[in-house]
């Protein structure tokens, strides 16, 4: 039962740090005193959701294709390429910046959102070209790893717009003003 539900957690990382995210945000937002504001919420939510699903689950994402990278390809039903390494190291870079992101600018978060989910709709588009031409359905390709290919963009866009609206990004400038 709890080698099944690792093995599930592992080989659905972006669900998994999704999910810690939420956990994570929930944890920040409640921590803070009464009242808590929406903007407040808002920052928590973006902020961990940075940390988590582009942080966290893109390093993941380049040591899993790097150091594993034939059995992250089977997992995907792929032949092993040294396309791997490449991916992965895109995934490195797109890490650092959610990283840095965090606890970033405006300008900052907006690029940890744009750049991985470009990349993440473009891997959706090539799952479902998989899925059509090669009938190629293994979890890796079809499975939860393709819904969250959409839905970590999403949330990344609304967590945006959020974000404008509730003033949160020029509050935050603000208090690291000099």
Known sequence: MIESLIRFALSNFTLTFLVMGLFASAIAYF????????????????????????????????????????MAA??????????QTEVGFASLGFAAVGFLAFRGDRG??????????LFLLGAAGGHIYQMVSAHNFA???AGIIFWTDILIPA???????LEAQSGTSSARAASKAP
């Open 139 to 141: 979890p890796g390709n």
């Open 108 to 117: 900052l978060r907006i690029a940890a959102v744009v750049g991985p989910s």
């Open 74 to 83: 089977r997992f995907i039903g792929w032949a092993d390429s040294p396309f």
């Open 31 to 70: 921590a803070k005193p009464a009242p808590r504001s929406n903007a407040q919420l808002v920052e928590a939510l973006f902020a961990y959701f940075l940390l988590f699903s582009i942080g966290i689950g893109f390093l993941y994402n380049f040591v899993m294709h790097v150091f594993f990278g034939e």
């Open 155 to 161: 949330i990344g866009f609304c967590l945006l717009w």
